[in-house]
């Protein structure tokens, strides 16, 4: 993976900041593409201070962090974040769409507005970073991970966008799968379930044992299969779906 370059959306804080962190470990370039301005210089400056940014006679050489200030519900904002990364870079190996947002409300009262925001976020964000990606990958090949959820498969009551965007998540990564094989690009999803990004040690004995694997995840267990699916080696995967949750979503539960 030493010298490729990924970009990861909505990889100031969560889940996408251990994606970065992860990619930039294994020696990987990594374009943080985050609308928090804050979020994303932290995570830059973390992240090449991490992994031991050298020093140049004229001062501080580029780390493997580079921010680009990018809202996915833009898509000019999209646009010119992959230009950008393509001129610093000159190429585009891996794509993670991270980005997403929820807003939960009964069906009742979800307001139009809310729901366009969610999917615009969510699905039609991820449709058009891979677009855009995809067309500096063509000829070379590369990777998308999308990362879905568990909502995908399952729901808790008032998640009505945020589950619809993610089911579309799902649909959406077999279809480019079928779309962009020909031109080299392998596409898969991941569906994350339980991944606490806050305090960990305050989860429960009851939070823990809801799982098969005996504990809820974390995000590095996410960023850990982003590079499974995105490294060359395991080329024969695409169109996939990985769920890691746990175990949750295969446990039976009966009423005592």
């Given at each position: 993976?030493?010298?490729?370059?990924?970009?990861?959306?909505?990889s100031?804080?969560?889940?996408?900041?251990?994606v970065?962190?992860?990619?930039?470990?294994?020696?990987?370039?990594?374009?943080?593409?985050e609308?928090d301005?804050?979020?994303?210089?932290?995570?830059?400056?973390?992240?090449?201070?991490?992994?031991?940014?050298?020093?140049?006679?004229?001062?501080p050489?580029?780390?493997?962090?580079?921010?680009?200030?990018?809202?996915?519900?833009?898509?000019?904002?999209?646009?010119?974040?992959?230009?950008?990364?393509?001129?610093?870079?000159g190429?585009?190996?891996?794509?993670?769409?991270?980005?997403?947002?929820?807003?939960?409300?009964?069906?009742?009262d979800l307001?139009?507005?809310?729901?366009?925001?969610v999917?615009?976020?969510?699905?039609?964000?991820?449709?058009?970073?891979?677009?855009?990606?995809?067309?500096?990958?063509r000829?070379?090949?590369?990777?998308?991970?999308?990362?879905?959820?568990?909502?995908?498969?399952?729901s808790?009551?008032?998640?009505?966008?945020?589950?619809?965007?993610?089911?579309?998540?799902?649909?959406?990564?077999?279809?480019?799968?079928?779309?962009?094989?020909p031109?080299?690009?392998?596409v898969?999803?991941?569906?994350?379930g339980?991944?606490?990004?806050?305090?960990?040690?305050?989860?429960?004995?009851a939070?823990?044992s809801?799982?098969?694997?005996?504990?809820?995840?974390?995000?590095e267990?996410?960023?850990?299969?982003?590079?499974?699916?995105?490294?060359?080696?395991?080329?024969?995967?695409?169109?996939?779906?990985?769920?890691?949750?746990?175990?949750?979503?295969?446990?039976?539960?009966?009423?005592?």
């Open positions: 993976m030493e010298e490729r370059v990924a970009v990861i959306t909505g100031g804080r969560g889940i996408g900041r251990a970065a962190e992860r990619y930039a470990d294994a020696g990987v370039r990594v374009v943080i593409a609308k301005q804050s979020a994303g210089r932290g995570a830059e400056r973390e992240i090449n201070t991490r992994v031991g940014g050298r020093t140049a006679p004229d001062g050489a580029p780390g493997p962090a580079c921010f680009i200030r990018t809202d996915v519900a833009r898509p000019d904002d999209i646009d010119a974040m992959v230009a950008s990364a393509f001129e610093r870079f190429r585009i190996d891996v794509l993670v769409n991270n980005a997403g947002i929820g807003r939960g409300a009964s069906p009742y307001t139009v507005d809310a729901w366009d925001e999917i615009a976020v969510n699905l039609r964000g991820t449709f058009l970073c891979s677009r855009a990606v995809a067309r500096v990958m000829g070379r090949g590369g990777s998308i991970v999308n990362i879905a959820s568990t909502r995908a498969l399952m808790e009551p008032n998640t009505e966008a945020y589950s619809a965007s993610k089911g579309g998540i799902v649909a959406l990564t077999h279809a480019l799968a079928a779309s962009l094989g031109d080299g690009i392998r898969n999803c991941i569906s994350p339980w991944i606490c990004t806050g305090d960990y040690d305050a989860l429960t004995d939070d823990h809801q799982h098969l694997s005996g504990r809820v995840g974390r995000p267990d996410i960023a850990r299969a982003c590079l499974y699916l995105s490294d060359p080696a395991n080329g024969f995967i695409t169109g996939a779906n990985l769920v890691i949750d746990g175990g949750m979503t295969r446990t039976m539960i009966y009423q005592e």
